[in-house]
């Protein structure tokens, strides 16, 4: 890297969404130091040096005990903070990504005003201390550019990608498991969500069309998660009637998400924003057709791969279900788009990306 230092905030590198983001780009070399737990980074990166930073995201407790001190010890060069929460005090050269704007974008979903201003500083914050802004869509530079007044020059659209050695479409022998594992009646269709419960996932649309759909009683949907642990919509479930063809897998092993994604017959993914989305694609790499929003970055990363919906009119995600569910030809083409759409979103276009910026960035 053209004998550049370059540290990393590495402290959500264990969950989804960033987390997977972190991790591809840690497991290609491009960090010297990492912030974050050892053990946590250990599983991804063979990472030099080690700062212990275990504090809690999206708090002032975060900006009074970030490593100031240890960092500046250890001189890096760059310091890459991989979302919008960076370090207000830090006065070395920082590169930041920002995956999103969903907290300016979709206001009403925030607990309290306070949230949004501090979302709104935190990202202006980032905006203008960093040097460069990488983020993962041309949709997010739009709305990054929309709210605050920054050379568009200083942002770099760097793509998430699939990793298709991992998700792929499998043998039925190596995913039957699931039936009996997660007492899955058999002989029905399968449809899926994977994601949390945040209100902007949308997720009360979906079960409100999914009791509404022609095959309703020949049909369970399964959402994977660790959200659904606690059963938080399990009220809502019974509102609409489907209690008893609704499935809560809890959080799953990384494996057992591939396989989900093979048992199932439709992935529907009903968000209203997305930075860009990742199990849609993940969703294509399996085989599996997509029926998703057509909100946000989600028509840019999924084109014609998928059957798209307003995510906000019930009768169009009905629509897009039924589609896909009764019509084996048009199934058939999306399976197919979508193999050739996940080809096109690789981690190592990312990782080349971020490694050019890094490397041509002026001392």
């Known amino acids: 890297m053209d004998n550049k230092k370059v540290a990393i905030d590495a402290r959500m590198i264990g969950m989804s969404g960033i987390g997977t983001y972190i991790q591809n780009l840690m497991s290609a070399g491009i960090y010297d130091i990492a912030l974050g737990r050892a053990d946590e980074i250990k599983k991804y990166s063979d990472v030099s040096e080690i700062i212990d930073y275990d504090v809690k995201i999206y708090g002032i407790k975060e900006q009074l005990k970030f490593p100031y001190r240890s960092l500046k010890k250890m001189k890096p060069d760059i310091l890459h903070i991989p979302h919008y929460n960076v370090p207000i005090f830090y006065r070395g050269r920082m590169f930041v990504t920002i995956h999103d704007l969903t907290h ?8 309290n005003k306070f949230a949004y201003i501090y979302a709104w500083v935190m990202l202006w914050i980032a905006c203008h201390k960093a040097e ?10 739009k709305d990054i550019l929309r709210y605050y007044k920054i050379d568009p020059n200083k942002i770099v659209v760097t793509y998430n990608g699939v990793d298709l050695e991992r998700f792929r479409k499998k043998d039925f022998e190596e995913y039957s498991y699931l039936y009996e594992k997660y007492l899955i009646p058999k002989n029905k269709k399968i449809l899926m969500y994977v994601g949390n419960l945040k209100p902007h996932k949308n997720l009360k649309r979906l079960l409100e069309a999914f009791s509404q759909i022609e095959q309703k009683e020949n049909s369970v949907l399964i959402l994977v998660g660790k959200a659904f642990d606690n059963h938080d919509v399990s009220k809502y479930e ?6 008893d063809k609704v499935i809560h897998t809890g959080m799953v092993s990384d494996e057992e998400l591939v396989d989900f994604y093979n048992l199932a017959d439709l992935f529907v993914f009903p968000s209203l924003y997305e930075g860009f989305g990742l199990p849609p694609l993940e ?25 798209m919906f307003d995510p906000l009119k ?13 019509d084996k030809v048009a199934m058939d083409k999306y399976i197919e788009n979508g193999y050739l759409k996940c080809n096109k979103f690789k981690w190592e276009q990312s990782i080349h990306l971020t490694n050019q910026e890094i490397a041509n960035s002026k001392f």
């Open 238 to 243: 019974e509102e609409c009637g489907i209690k």
């Open 314 to 326: 019930i009768n169009e995600i009905i629509s897009a279900i039924n589609k896909i569910l009764k």
């Open 283 to 307: 969703a294509m790499a399996c085989g599996t057709p997509v029926a998703c929003s057509n909100s946000s970055s989600l028509p840019e990363v999924v084109g014609d791969a998928a059957v």
């Open 104 to 111: 300016l974008v979709l206001p009403e979903i925030l607990p």
């Open 132 to 141: 460069k802004i990488f983020t993962v869509s041309e949709n997010t530079k």
